[in-house]
């Protein structure tokens, strides 16, 4: 199993497209096994959490005002 990393490879960005047009929670990252949430329940959540989710949609001074500490995300769209 591959070690997990923030940015995702192209086949984990086409699942995360390809929830997102479904509209589900989460897919599973196909390198490393792991489900990731999607930037439609992100989204649909009402506010940044903070956590550093790899697809958060909220923009950087917001991701940084609910604290989180490291690099960007990849939402979609």
């Known amino acids: ?13 086409e699942a995360h497209i390809q929830a997102c047009i479904r509209e589900e929670a989460m897919y599973e990252d196909p390198e ?23 697809h958060c949609p909220w923009s950087e001074p917001e991701q940084k005002k609910a604290g989180r500490q490291d690099g960007p995300s990849f939402p979609y769209p």
Do not use: E, I
């Not at 591959?2 to 984990?12: G, I």
């Not at 992100?42 to 790899?54: A, I, P, Q």
């Open 1 to 13: 199993m591959a070690k997990p990393t923030l940015k995702p490879t192209p086949k984990a960005l």
């Open 32 to 54: 490393s096994g792991l489900w990731v949430l999607t930037s439609v329940y992100l989204r649909n959540r009402g506010k940044c959490c903070g956590s550093g989710c790899r």
